[in-house]
């Protein structure tokens, strides 16, 4: 179109071509997805580990539970259930494995405690709802589903947040049930750091420090699709370790870890969740798709691989379509994934290749 503005100029246009349009294409470096079935449900387990240091056990229990959870969700399918019972069947599999770091598996904050957030949201008419900093609910997915559908709010926290729980008839567990020595031993090796440091400065930080390598964001999440046509998107997540006491990434902000939308896509993300919110991940990719019409890997890849990847965001996102399209896109180097499609067809993936 004559005279159209481009919506980005990158500084530096290698790995991009002309999108005949006025603007620049982003010549995706997502693993390519044959797909010719229709997509019902799209799930994530994080960035996960250094390459390195996955071993044949873990890369198959990963791998196990990433299936499990896809199972789950296509049961729902199955049974007729709604897009918010697919995606809450699926990431309440991921929070009941102690591999992901979400719910059993949720890592320890700085005053050595789990505070868990979980989003979801349907995308008939935008309906969600949100917990953050819950202490004692052992599927917080779960109770942002009951916040959506049974309250007048959308984001509750904290002590208010428990107290609904338990109203609400909701299980709920002690600290110990979300105790793994993975976790823990890596909030040690955390405060090790942060030891060093401080004998190095000689001086008292107020925030905790983070190693100076790839960090595993293992939030997990869910997008999916009905018989309906409705999409609906889920997140949970335990956060950072070592993180300050209080502190709540983007998983449960509407717009940033988590969005499902009819008119444009399903998106649940995982990654550094300060930059998700600050960029407005989530919703800024269904806004390409719902606005502009943009293909769904050219949305997810305009936001993660350009904006996110220059502004020093690591992380990756799914996305879903409402004719069950599916595309994922991340800049960090592995993104635990897995899709299946309407006759059962069941993929997991890891890393790039």
């Known amino acids: 179109m004559a005279g159209k503005l481009p919506l980005f100029d990158p500084p530096d246009k290698s790995g991009y071509t002309n999108d005949g349009d006025g603007g620049f294409k982003l010549a995706s470096k997502m693993p390519k997805i044959n797909q010719t079935e229709k997509v019902i449900l799209a799930i994530h387990g994080g960035t996960g580990l250094d390459r390195s240091e996955l071993t044949a056990t873990l890369e198959k229990g990963y791998r196990q539970g990433l299936t499990d959870a896809l199972l789950a969700g296509f049961a729902k399918y199955k049974a007729a259930g709604s897009s918010t019972d697919i995606v809450e069947a699926a990431v309440k599999a991921l929070e009941d494995n102690p591999l992901f770091n979400a719910g059993k598996g949720a890592v320890f904050n700085e005053r050595s405690q789990h505070e868990l957030d979980a989003a979801i949201m349907e995308g008939a008419d935008l ?67 942060d030891k060093a440091s401080k004998k190095k400065t000689k001086k008292t930080k107020l925030v905790p420090s983070y190693p100076d390598r790839h960090m595993e964001w293992s939030t997990v999440g869910a997008v999916g699709l009905d018989s309906q046509g409705v999409l609906a998107a889920a997140t949970s997540t335990g956060g950072l370790t070592n993180k300050m006491q209080g502190r709540v990434g983007d998983t449960p902000i509407i717009g940033a870890g988590t969005y499902a939308d009819n008119h444009g896509c399903a998106v649940s ?27 769904l890997q050219k949305a997810a890849d305009e936001v993660m691989q350009n904006r996110m990847k220059k502004a020093g965001g690591e992380g990756g996102v799914i996305t879903l379509s409402p004719k069950g399209e599916v595309a994922f896109s991340f800049n960090s180097p592995g993104l635990y994934r897995g899709y299946v499609t309407e006759s059962g067809k069941v993929f997991t993936g890891l890393y790039q290749n």
């Open 127 to 193: 309906k969600a709802g949100a917990v953050a900093a819950v202490r004692t609910v052992k599927n917080p997915v779960a109770l942002a589903r009951l916040v959506m559908e049974k309250t007048p709010h959308v984001l509750l926290v904290g002590l208010g947040a428990e107290r609904f729980a338990k109203k609400a008839g909701v299980r709920q567990v002690s600290q110990k049930y979300f105790y793994t020595d993975r976790r823990w031993n890596y909030l040690q090796e955390l405060r090790g750091l």
């Open 269 to 295: 993300a995982t990654g550094h969740g300060e930059f998700f919110i600050r960029y407005g991940v989530a919703h800024e990719i269904n806004a390409l798709v719902r606005l502009l019409k943009w293909p």
